[in-house]
């Protein structure tokens, strides 16, 4: 498996999977292809608290041995690298994101037309002040340091996550609202934009995450996830996410939670036949801050996601089999969970990034 010829299965399998499980299960084909996508087809199980309290234990027991970690851990001296003032673009951020924050929120009908596009500046304002706080915290940026590699992180981004909506055909476990009527360029053109900031967020909360040493240093020093043979493991973990994405295509209800685990399984497959280092080959030297950080980056992005979509115009809303109770803004609680994995898709999709910098720079 070469560099080059990663994204492309990736892409193939992504796309070709479910729509393959779709087919062999006898279910229309066009319903999936629907743009935008306004049609409810999958009428989902009801709340179940017996599935709730699997999944609970589940996430308890992933996540529960790195939280007592960290919080256990002394809190450390601060570190002495070099600090520097909170920069002007920083506060532009700030003042992006108030601004976008009121304008989402309210009705005023003379920027009627306006309230439907604030998810971007949202998230530009965001991704600044997140980057703006890790200057001053540390001295560097992902912004300033990497600028080649930042700027490239939106296109990948917006791909990124239209592959997300993609899968999420199969499954419909959350839809848009306030977006009937428009042509499918429109609903491109609108929805473009905002995908392309979810990389950059989440990437530039984890460089900033990772200068509180209570959140960095308790993570190195564990235990190493022991290593398993590397063409194995990666075409074990090609045909287990295989599998798993054609499955969705014929029971979205009992396999939804593999939208936020294939991806990845299929990322790390392709990195080990390549060769290459994983997003998991840090917890193999006993450093697990390349897991921990990512996924609590992941999950504080999707804290102001949903907050701020809760009161926006065009917003999303959730059907989430098995779990839709217990609401925080519009995500049922136990949905928070899978942006933990997304988390290390979003990793695993800037190793892919950077890969492929380091590939086209070659002569």
């Known amino acids: 498996m070469s560099r080059r010829s990663k994204p492309a299965v990736l892409a193939a399998a992504l796309a070709g999977l479910p729509l393959a499980g779709a087919a062999l299960a006898g279910l229309p084909i066009g319903a999936y292809l629907e743009f935008p996508p306004l049609t409810r087809y999958v009428h989902h199980a009801g709340f179940s608290w017996a599935v709730s309290a699997a999944l609970s234990a589940l996430v308890l027991a992933v996540a ?8 256990k851990a002394p809190a450390g001296p601060a570190r002495s690298g070099e600090r520097r003032p909170f920069p002007w673009w920083g506060w532009l951020g ?3 994101t108030a601004g976008a924050w009121v304008l989402a929120w309210s009705r005023f009908p003379w920027m009627g037309g306006l309230q439907r596009h604030t998810f971007t500046p949202l998230w530009l304002g965001y991704i600044l002040v997140v980057n703006a ?3 001053r ?3 560097r940026c992902l912004l300033l340091g990497r600028p080649r590699f930042f700027l490239a992180l939106f296109p990948l981004s917006a791909a990124f996550w239209w592959a997300f909506e993609y899968l999420n055909r199969f499954v419909q476990n959350w839809y848009y609202l306030g977006i009937a009527g428009i042509s499918p360029l429109e609903y491109f053109l609108f929805a473009t934009p905002p995908f392309a900031t979810v990389l950059p967020a989440v990437l530039g909360t984890a460089e900033l995450l990772a200068t509180f040493p209570r959140l960095d240093e308790p993570l190195r020093g ?6 398993l043979p590397a063409r194995p493991a990666g075409w074990t973990l090609l045909l287990a996410a295989g599998a798993g994405l054609m499955g969705i295509g014929v029971w979205p209800d009992r396999l939804f939670w593999l939208l936020w685990v294939s991806p990845l399984l299929i990322l790390t497959g392709l990195d080990l036949l390549a060769g290459e280092e994983t997003v998991f080959a840090g917890a193999g030297r006993g450093d697990w801050r390349g897991i921990w950080q990512p996924a609590l980056a ?10 701020w979509n809760s009161g926006s115009l065009a917003h999303w809303e959730y059907s989430v089999p098995y779990v839709q109770r217990f609401k925080v803004f519009e995500m049922p609680l136990l949905g928070y969970s899978g942006y933990l994995p997304f988390g290390l898709e979003c990793a695993a999709a800037a190793r892919l990034l950077r890969s492929g910098l380091r590939t086209a720079a070659r002569p």
């Open 298 to 307: 992941a999950l504080v992005c999707g804290f102001f996601w949903e907050l």
């Open 64 to 71: 529960g041995p790195f939280l007592i970690r960290v919080l």
């Open 137 to 139: 915290r540390s001295g």
């Open 222 to 227: 564990w235990p190493a996830l022991a290593a």
């Open 94 to 96: 700030l003042g992006l």
């Open 133 to 135: 706080l890790t200057l």
